[in-house]
């Protein structure tokens, strides 16, 4: 059963990896993803300068292995942590595997740096640049602003000049599948999406102790996990549906085993990231989803999943 797929020009020899945060904020991490079953790896998104983050508790788990909440409030070490690390990548490594950068600026000025540097360094690293976090005080999602979202895209398309992938928030109304697949159509070297980030600004709350499970903006965070599944598969169909001239989408949102992989590939992911299962059961994770997924594959006869790619059927 073959798991590898191609995305932005590279290949991954196993379509699973994880999501952007999640295990990737430092180079050891990064080496387990590395030494994991998992097909590629992506950083933590950068911003110009290191950030220690939003304060703790910032991540709970919820009750029942629903999913997840978070506002770690992008606590990462820098661009140029992430730049040197691209910089000694081992690109032809025996597993075959790419490297994705997630890059989330601050401002557009930070993301037009950030990503000069990168297309200076003429790297084969793929960059996914972040439009969604939820959990900066006082800042809306780039994603949710579609002129800001165009307007953005207009200065760094041109910078970055090769293929690479954006970050998107959940969308739920048809307008902004319309709105934002046609802001992405206008842009050649947009390879791909990533659909969904978490579902923002949640608030989960203990029975017991009637007190909020994170400490950052009065218990409000991004939900992840099984819970958001459904939502994320409607955004990996809308976008599957709406772009156009070759772009993919990256599947991410409530994979727990193989079963939801499937899910994603049938609603049109090419990739699947995994997040929250990622921080609850470690890089494990990604040998016993593939083999879930090859078990499913060969009970359905599928050997490869381009047969099933985006065959969700309707009624
Ligand atoms: O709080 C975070 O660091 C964070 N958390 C998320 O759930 N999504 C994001 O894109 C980010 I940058």
Redesign the pocket.
Do not use: H
């Given at each position: 059963v073959d798991l590898s797929t191609s995305i932005a020009g590279v290949t991954l020899p196993n379509l699973l990896l994880n999501a952007?945060?999640v295990n990737c904020r430092y180079e050891n991490e990064l080496q387990q993803l590395l030494d994991s079953s998992a097909g590629s790896l992506v950083t933590k998104?950068a911003t110009l300068s290191s950030r220690d983050?939003?304060p703790e508790p910032r991540y709970a788990p919820l009750a029942g292995q629903i999913g997840s909440i978070?506002?770690?409030?992008?606590?990462n070490q820098g661009y140029e942590y992430y730049l040197e690390y691209a910089k000694k990548f081992d690109y032809n490594n025996a597993a075959g595997k790419p490297l994705f950068i997630s890059l989330?600026g601050m401002s557009l000025p930070d993301n037009k740096a950030m990503c000069e540097a990168f297309r200076d360094a003429n790297l084969p690293c793929v960059l996914e640049i972040?439009f969604?976090?939820?959990?900066l005080p006082g800042k809306p999602q780039l994603g949710y602003d579609m002129e800001a979202m165009e307007a953005a895209l207009q200065v760094l398309a041109p910078i970055i000049g090769k293929p690479f992938g954006i970050?998107l928030p959940p969308y739920f109304d048809i307008a902004h599948f319309d709105q934002a697949a046609a802001i992405f159509n206008k842009f050649d070297n947009i390879a791909y999406v990533t659909c969904i980030?978490?579902v923002g600004n949640g608030l989960a709350i203990d029975w017991e102790s009637e007190t909020a499970l994170i400490k950052p903006k009065d218990g409000f965070g991004?939900l992840?996990g099984l819970m958001v599944l459904q939502t994320s598969l409607a955004n990996v169909n809308a976008f599957y549906r709406r772009l156009n001239n070759g772009k993919q989408v990256i599947g991410c949102g409530g994979v727990t085993s193989g079963k939801e992989a499937f899910l994603h590939i049938l609603a049109g992911a090419s990739a699947v990231q995994i997040g929250t299962q990622l921080q609850e059961e470690g890089t494990g994770v990604f040998e016993r989803v593939s083999k879930e997924l090859e078990e499913i594959m060969v009970a359905k006869g599928y050997t490869n999943v381009e047969e099933f790619r985006g065959k969700v059927k309707t009624l």
């Open positions: 952007s945060g998104s983050g939003n978070n506002s770690m409030g992008l606590p989330a972040n969604s976090c939820p959990n970050k980030n978490s991004g992840g």
